[in-house]
């Protein structure tokens, strides 16, 4: 069965700390991952895409490793700030020729001052 | 520039009604989508239109159908609204890019609440 699971479900972290979230999937064939930042009552904005080759990428203060061998990724957020509170999303795109995305529940994240 | 519109921004309807979102997207992008949120801020993929041709349509109820009248439009008609449709509607538009990457913009939201 096509899943992806994300943990933590929630994370708490103060400000200028480091945290990193997890994404596991069983998606098959595998296309691409993708991690979404969301903030409450907005929708989803693009961090980063990955594709099977590409094991590190990064944008700013987020970085994204894939391990497509055991099938995990995980999001890094360094020096957090408190713009960072939102949920973070795990999508991946199954098949090479279809549109069908797999998304995962999410993680909520809160930054603390 | 809004690159992808959703209207109405908030929806209060009662059970039993017939309701539309519409969703406009100036991007020029192939292929749309429509996801619902839950209360747990699950997103979920209901339908997807590339080129007005439906690629996707999960188990969603039949209550629940896409209309696109072009490229740049997917509205969301529902019928017999329930209780349980109550979420945050997102529309979103997608472009393929080179090497199977593809970039993809989400709506504002529309929130309904069924009463």
């Given at each position: 069965?096509?899943q ?58 987020y ?46 994240l809160?930054?603390?001052? | ?7 109405p ?29 839950d ?77």
């Amino acid at each position: 069965k096509n899943q992806v699971e994300q943990s933590p479900q929630s994370l708490i972290i103060l400000e200028g700390k480091n945290c990193t979230l997890q994404c596991n999937y069983t998606v098959s064939p595998f296309s691409n991952l993708r991690w979404y930042k969301q903030d409450t009552g907005r929708g989803p904005v693009s961090l980063t895409i990955m594709t099977f080759s590409e094991n590190t990428k990064s944008n700013g203060r987020y970085t994204a490793t894939l391990d497509a061998d055991t099938k995990q990724s995980s999001l890094h957020i360094t020096a957090s700030q408190l713009s960072d509170s939102a949920s973070y999303i795990c999508v991946v795109r199954q098949g090479s020729g279809t549109y069908k995305y797999i998304f995962g529940t999410g993680t909520r994240l809160k930054v603390l001052a | 520039d809004t690159a992808v519109s959703q209207t109405p921004k908030y929806l209060v309807t009662q059970m039993g009604n017939d309701k539309s979102i519409k969703c406009e997207q100036n991007l020029g992008h192939d292929t749309m989508y429509w996801y619902k949120q839950d209360s747990k801020k699950f997103l979920k993929i209901m339908f997807s239109y590339n080129n007005k041709e439906l690629i996707i349509n999960e188990t969603v109820p039949n209550r629940f159908s896409p209309k696109s009248p072009d490229k740049a439009h997917l509205n969301l008609h529902i019928n017999s609204l329930e209780l349980g449709d109550s979420a945050v509607y997102f529309c979103a538009s997608t472009r393929l890019l080179a090497g199977g990457a593809y970039e993809q913009y989400f709506g504002p939201g529309t929130r309904l609440t069924v009463t």
